[in-house]
């Protein structure tokens, strides 16, 4: 079967950095895909790796070894703001999204 | 740009009433449509996917059904609601090219009485 494993809770404080995992086992691999979801909101898209390594926007960084089934997503200089649930998603052979329950990411101040 | 318009952004319906749930995209042409349900502090839940007009995939067997009766209009129905159709429905779309990523409606929240 396919399967997306993602903590179920972190808690970080603000300013520091956390590191969010996501471990995979899928029929094949077309990407691997990080949402961001506000509580109440819809997911807005983060990041996409297809490619072994780290690819970094900003703040944020999302790390792929696909040898290993696995990718994490890197938050730095942590706001407030940054409070939300962070989805995994991979994309199989039939190029359909199969998601993580989601890590909720609590930062307190 | 594109845009996605999903609504309502809430509806509480009682038991065995109907459901329409619309979603319209702006800015692109044969999109790929994606209606999801997301149970409270769960994982997103596809049920339906389309690639054209006319073409509908279903995941899981339900009591909803959907239709695309336009190129960017996706419309999720149901003739009779249980009480566990409550739940948080997302419509997405996304590129008609391969391995691109999906992006989301605002959501409906639907509770049902």
């Known amino acids: 079967g396919q399967n997306i494993d993602q903590p179920t809770e972190m808690t970080a404080t603000e300013g520091a950095i956390v590191q969010i995992n996501c471990t995979y086992q899928?029929?094949?691999?077309?990407?691997l895909f990080w949402y961001q979801q506000h509580a109440g909101e819809a997911p807005t898209f983060l990041s996409y790796?297809?490619l072994d390594g780290l690819e970094e926007k900003g703040r944020f960084s999302s790390f792929l070894s696909r040898s290993k089934g696995y990718s994490y997503l890197l938050l730095k200089e942590l706001q407030m703001k940054d409070s939300a649930s962070y989805l995994c998603?991979?994309?199989?052979?039939?190029?359909?999204?199969?998601w993580g329950a989601g890590t909720k990411l609590i930062i307190k101040p | 740009s594109q845009t996605i318009h999903q609504w309502p952004a809430t509806l509480v319906q009682p038991v065995g009433s109907p459901l329409s749930l619309e979603c319209t995209v702006e800015?692109?042409?044969?999109?790929?449509l994606y209606w999801y349900r997301q149970a409270a502090g769960r994982g997103l839940q596809l049920l339906f996917y389309?690639?054209?007009?006319?073409?509908i995939s279903s995941e899981v067997p339900q009591n909803l059904s959907a239709s695309r009766p336009q190129d960017r209009q996706f419309i999720l129905s149901s003739k009779k609601l249980l009480l566990s159709d409550s739940g948080f429905y997302l419509c997405?779309?996304?590129?008609?090219?391969?391995?691109?990523?999906?992006?989301f409606g605002d959501g409906t929240r639907l509770s049902i009485l």
């Open positions: 997405a779309w996304s590129a008609g090219q391969e391995a691109q990523p999906q992006h």
């Open positions: 800015g692109t042409s044969n999109p790929n």
């Open positions: 389309s690639v054209g007009i006319g073409q």
């Open positions: 899928t029929s094949g691999f077309n990407g």
């Open positions: 790796n297809v």
């Open positions: 998603a991979v994309m199989d052979s039939n190029y359909q999204l199969i």
